[in-house]
Every structure is written in structure tokens, then in C-alpha cells.
């Protein structure tokens, strides 16, 4: 590939943080949320103009994994500000079926199910509504784009958006990109599974709209259904490879719909038709940032625990072996090192991509897990700003007790 070289030239300083999260999906506004609450000054930047990411912008509005989908299942293993977002919705009836079978749980009382399928305009209401409530400085429309070093150091990232390229310099920076964007920029050693190996593919879903008919659907809210739609291969972190999967994906789009109809007729008679395809195709995996330990099969299959635990993730791991593979426990644990990249100080990473083995991130993967780590992320990283430590550095009992003081499981008593 040719090079060319770029010239160099000053750019604005747009702000100074003491937390700053990059992505708005569901890891990163949790993220967020949680560091302003623990008093933080707190920047998130999102690319789009709303919040939420795969499950809003992708339309994957099935949020799974509050306890385990299959018995042993007594214990809800992800509460805080993920099951406050549950709760939220459910007061606006933004709460729709969901496609798994699971024992339900008496929401009224706070209990949550395995899992709920979102209506995606209310849910973006509600991230929207406690990000702003909580006191944090929301960036839409901005992009991350390259970070600023002193050694190991993460000192500042550069963002570009319609004011241009600015950097924004922080205490501590939080990497919710799903793709692990910012710890690799930085240099943070990272894995990708091969195409050929077990890597969950990329798949476009879609909204059908004017249904009648209770007994259709995936992700059923009011009279709309989001199905799984065609997919195409695996776009990974290439430009040319993701564009392709989009184009593909999209092509397919209608005749997948005929093909529905065609399998349900009733569909026809009532009307249905295609109403909505999302913004981004649904990507499910990328990069894998390698941490301070990675979770293996054998801590998911096993139900390890950890003594530096910050989230428990209990959801089944979906594809790896052939089969969707229930956990026979109620749920190993996610220790703080999986978010601490090697080789880089004042980043912590969240979401998907933390540093786990493909079959442990096909449990943790889920939505409401994610959150969880989200959660234990933005707290962390606030603690961070008022110690004066770096996240490696980090007391892990301190961290723990104000989880769980502010909602989260972790079956510990601090």
C-alpha cells in the first residue's frame, strides 16, 4: 500500500475530562452514567446522534443475560444500572416479548427474566434521559480518530465532527468502541479470530411493521416484529470488507422479506410490510484486547470465581460448539484485569471486547452482561480521578464495595 505522509498542523484543544468514554452504546453509556454518579467530570462521545449502539443503531433490541436462561437461574446476576434502564422502559411500556424460551420473573417486584426485547425509540429515551440527568457532557455526531502518547501513557484522544479535528486530554479514558478502537490506536496488544474459526458473523436486521398476528416474530413490540435478516460473511475491522457486508446484506434485504411473507401468510393479510432497516448491520465481533488475564472456556464452563470480580455473566455461550450451550451454574465471574489492557496506563476497556477466549465471549457478549462490565468501568474510572491512581492501580475492594452499594451482584460480601 502506498504511504503518504500528512502534514502536520495545530488543532483545537476541545476539552479537559477527568473520564472520557468513547462509544454510546450499551457498555459505554453505563459507563458513563456511572462515572458522573460517582462525581466525576465526564465527557461521552458517541458517533451517532443517539444512544444505545448495536441494540439501537443495528436494531439487535433483544437484551439478554440477567440470569441464567435455563435452571439454576435464582440468582439475577446483573442488577445496577442495567436493570434501572429495565425498570425505566417498563414504566413507559417500552418492554416487548421476548423470543426465548425462560421463566418469567415478577418484574412489579423488581425481578428480571433472562431477557426482554426493547422498543428502540424508547429505549434510546431512556439512555438519553439518565446520561443527561446524571450530569455528563454528550458528544453526538463525533468520531474518534487518534490518540495522544507520552510513552504508556494515554494522555488525550483526537476526535473529528462537523467543528472539525480537536483533542479532548482526560484523566482516564474509557474504550467503549465495541471494536476496541482507542486501545488499539494506542498500541494495546490485541487477537482477532480467524474467518475460518468459530467468529460470529455479521447479520443486517430489520423491522416488519403492521403485524396482527400475536404469534409471529423474534423481537415482537406493538405491532412491530425485528427479525434476523441475511447476513454476509464477516466484515472484521476492514473498510472494504465491512462496506461489502453492508451492500450485500442490504441487496438481500427484500427477498428475505418475501420470503417471511411467503412462510406467513397471514402476514399478507394484514398488511405487514417493511418498515425500517437499521442505520449499521449488526456486528458481533472484532477485535479481542488482550488484558492483564483473559477469560477462558473453562472459567464459563466451570463457573469460576474471582477475588478482583466485578460482573457476572450467566447468558449461554450461543455458537462455538455447535449448539446454544446453557451454563449448568448460575454464572462465572468477569475479573477487573479483563478490562485493564496490557502495555497501556489510564485506559480501561469495555464492552465486547474485553480480553476473553472466543467461547467465554460468546456468554459475556450479551447485552446485559456488557452493561454490568460498563458499570464496573465508568466507577472504576471515577475512583481512578479521585485517588489519583491508575486503573491497574486501583483499590479492588474499594471498587467492589461501591458496586455493590450502588446495586450491582457479585455474590461477595464486602
Not at 102 to 121: A, F, N, R, W
Not at 148 to 165: D, H, P, T
Not at 285 to 291: A, H, K, L
Not at 374 to 387: E, F, N, W, Y
Request: aromatic share 10%; hydrophobic share 40%; proline share 4%.
Amino acid at each position: 500500500m502506498k504511504k503518504y505522509l500528512e502534514r502536520a498542523k495545530e488543532i483545537d484543544v476541545f476539552g479537559q475530562y477527568e473520564v472520557i468514554v468513547t462509544g454510546g452504546g450499551v457498555a459505554g453509556l453505563v459507563a458513563a452514567i456511572a462515572s458522573a454518579r460517582n462525581k466525576a467530570k465526564t465527557l461521552l462521545i458517541e458517533r451517532f446522534g443517539y444512544l444505545g449502539g448495536t441494540a439501537t443503531a443495528s436494531l439487535m433490541i433483544n437484551i439478554n443475560g440477567f440470569r441464567n436462561q435455563v435452571e439454576p437461574d435464582t440468582l439475577q446476576t446483573v442488577k445496577g444500572i442495567a436493570q434501572e434502564i429495565i425498570l425505566e422502559l417498563h414504566k413507559i411500556n417500552g418492554l416487548g416479548k421476548s423470543p426465548y424460551p425462560q421463566k418469567e420473573y415478577d418484574i412489579e417486584k423488581g425481578e428480571l427474566s433472562y431477557s426482554y426485547c426493547i422498543d428502540p425509540e424508547k429505549f434510546k429515551y431512556i439512555a438519553l434521559k439518565l446520561v443527561h440527568e446524571s450530569g455528563v457532557d454528550i458528544l453526538f455526531h463525533t468520531y474518534f480518530s487518534d490518540v495522544i502518547m507520552e510513552g504508556n501513557n494515554l494522555k488525550g484522544i483526537v476526535v473529528e465532527n462537523k467543528s472539525g479535528r480537536g483533542a479532548f486530554f482526560s484523566k482516564v479514558f474509557i474504550d467503549a468502541t465495541g471494536d476496541g478502537d482507542v486501545a488499539a490506536r494506542a498500541g494495546a496488544p490485541f487477537w482477532e479470530a480467524k474467518p475460518s474459526d468459530y467468529a460470529l458473523k455479521d447479520t443486517i436486521m430489520y423491522k416488519i411493521s403492521g403485524i396482527k398476528d400475536e404469534e409471529f416474530g423474534n423481537c415482537r413490540y406493538g405491532d412491530s416484529s425485528v427479525v434476523w435478516g441475511p447476513g454476509y460473511g464477516w466484515g472484521q475491522n476492514d473498510m472494504w470488507k465491512i462496506s461489502k457486508a453492508e451492500i450485500q446484506s442490504r441487496l438481500k434485504v427484500f427477498k428475505h422479506f418475501n420470503r417471511v411473507l411467503k412462510l406467513n401468510p397471514q402476514l399478507i393479510q394484514a398488511g405487514a410490510y417493511l418498515a425500517e432497516t437499521p442505520p449499521l448491520i449488526g456486528i458481533r465481533q472484532t477485535r479481542f484486547i488482550e488484558g492483564e488475564y483473559k477469560l477462558t472456556a473453562e472459567n464459563a464452563i466451570e463457573g469460576r470465581k474471582f477475588d478482583d470480580v466485578i460482573a457476572i455473566s450467566s447468558a449461554p455461550i450461543i455458537h462455538y460448539y455447535g449448539y446454544r450451550r446453557y451454563l449448568e451454574h448460575e454464572g462465572y465471574d468477569i475479573p477487573y484485569r479483563c478490562l485493564i489492557p496490557k502495555a497501556i496506563d489510564n485506559l480501561l476497556i469495555s464492552g465486547r471486547c474485553i480480553s476473553s477466549e472466543q467461547e467465554p465471549f460468546e456468554s459475556h457478549r450479551s447485552m446485559a452482561p456488557v452493561m454490568a462490565v460498563g458499570q464496573a468501568a465508568g466507577t472504576a474510572a471515577a475512583l481512578c480521578t479521585i485517588h489519583a491512581v491508575k486503573p491497574r492501580e486501583i483499590n479492588i475492594s474499594l471498587l467492589q464495595k461501591t458496586l455493590i452499594n450502588q446495586g450491582q451482584e457479585l455474590r461477595k460480601n464486602i
